[in-house]
């Protein structure tokens, strides 16, 4: 029969069934199909699993998959770790404060999300501790780069409605850093999911680590959200530099205005996407992250 892989942990994974769910192992054979992934099942992954004893069950073969979040793997960075499978967009959570917002760890998430051919937006969470003079400036940035941005503070409620009716019968990524309150937010949009939440660490104005593993959890008013573990940093998984500026969707407009077509959008002269950035129609932090983020791809990143 077919299912849905909606847990994972070690070489075990929960598929819900039309039976319900099973704890399901995989088909020896199975373990070597594919030397370029950690495992070759993912959460999001529709497989074909033949019914043991219930509730146990073992994996026969994935399906096709339409699109993969992915980044190196953390022990091993030639191999890729699918974080998860099969889902319609990416949200990408960023607190205003504690922990600090940073740009770059927004972006990084939406080229993720970008090259996967995921829909993004980007959530302004724990809007109840700043100003919104403080925030206001990055929700531009990134509404202008085209991007649904939401204002929410999961301690006091607020823009949960919106949250909730974007999320709604699709099947959603929450990524974003460590004590940023995507767990938080989760809990609040699920009433009973009782997802483990903690302060941030107040010696390090760092998150601390409460996700263990990734899972799909069913929402009552229809579709799926899955709360990936908190992390410091995301990598970009065969990102090749030139790739890079189709992946920001405000440069895309540009791209074919420059002189030269081989143009890297660096210290070219009639570079169109420069321009774009002087005109203040692509914003500076935007580009300055672009700049960063494609050294870092040059350096091996």
Not at 90 to 108: N, Q, S, T
Request: glycine share 10%; net charge neutral.
């Amino acid at each position: 029969m077919e299912g849905r892989v909606i847990k994972s942990f070690g070489n075990r994974f929960i598929v819900q069934t039309e039976m319900g769910t099973l704890d399901c192992g995989l088909r020896g054979r199975m373990r070597l199909d594919d030397s370029h992934t950690g495992t070759p099942v993912a959460v999001g992954d529709n497989v074909v699993v033949a019914l043991e004893e219930a509730p146990h069950g073992v994996i026969e073969s994935v399906l096709p998959r339409r699109n993969r979040l992915s980044r190196p793997d953390v022990h091993n960075p030639d191999c890729e770790q699918i974080l998860v499978a099969n889902c319609d967009q990416l949200v990408v959570v960023a607190a205003v404060a504690k922990p600090r917002l940073k740009h770059g760890a927004i972006d990084r998430f939406l080229l993720c999300g970008e090259k996967a051919g995921l829909r993004c937006l980007v959530v302004l969470n724990k809007i109840d501790l700043a100003p919104a003079d403080d925030f206001e400036p990055t929700r531009q940035v990134y509404a202008n780069a085209g991007y649904p941005v939401l204002l929410t503070s999961a301690l006091e409620g607020l823009g949960l409605d919106g949250l909730k009716s974007a999320v709604q019968s699709k099947t959603s990524i929450f990524a974003g850093h460590s004590g940023v309150g995507k767990s938080s937010l989760l809990n609040a949009l699920q009433p009973g999911l009782k997802l483990r939440t903690r302060e941030v660490s107040y010696a390090t104005a760092r998150g601390t680590h409460t996700t263990t593993r990734i899972e799909l959890h069913p929402l009552d008013f229809g579709g799926f959200i899955a709360d990936t573990p908190g992390l410091r940093a995301i990598g970009l998984w065969q990102l090749a530099p030139e790739e890079l500026p189709h992946l920001y969707p405000e440069f895309t407009s540009h791209l074919g205005t420059c002189r030269f077509d081989n143009c890297c959008h660096v210290a070219e002269p009639g570079c169109g996407v420069k321009e774009a950035v002087g005109r203040g129609t692509i914003s500076p932090e935007r580009y300055e992250g672009y700049l960063r983020i494609r050294e870092s791809l040059q350096d091996g990143d």
